[in-house]
Nanobody, 125 residues
Framework: QVQLVESGGGLVQAGGSLRLSCAAS????????MGWFRQAPGKEREFVAA????????YYADSVKGRFTISRDNAKNTVYLQMNSLKPEDTAVYYC??????????????????WGQGTQVTVSS
């Protein structure tokens, strides 16, 4: 079992940066692919980024490509989301999640086994 705790959210002006962290507990963290999702008020939870267990493969939603970077440190049981050039439309609760295999379903939240509680990101204009 994997437990996930996000941190690093907050209020930032448009054009600014934030780095989210997701700390995992459990001996099997390094065997899981990881993803970040976000959910804005009144909207469905959407895929943001994913990374393979080794960190060798990464994938991004078109809306964040070139601005966000996902990475992981398996020695620290932590996955990160570096967010640059933030826009007001990036405002949402951000969740990290774990899935056993970075297959074709990594964009679907239903493929993920474990979820964190979320961290709020607010971007002001």
């Amino acid at each position: 079992q994997v437990q996930l705790v996000e941190s690093g959210g907050g209020l930032v002006q448009a054009g600014g940066s934030l780095r989210l962290s997701c700390a995992a507990s459990g001996r099997t963290f390094s065997s899981y692919a990881m993803g970040w999702f976000r959910q804005a008020p009144g909207k469905e939870r959407e895929f943001v980024a994913a990374i393979s267990w080794s960190g060798g493969s990464t994938y991004y939603a078109d809306s964040v490509k070139g601005r966000f970077t996902i990475s992981r440190d398996n020695a620290k049981n932590t996955v990160y989301l570096q967010m640059n050039s933030l826009k007001p439309e990036d405002t949402a609760v951000y969740y990290c999640a774990a899935l056993p295999d970075l297959g074709v379903g990594y964009r679907s939240l239903y493929e993920y086994d474990y979820w964190g509680q979320g961290t709020q990101v607010t971007v002001s204009s």
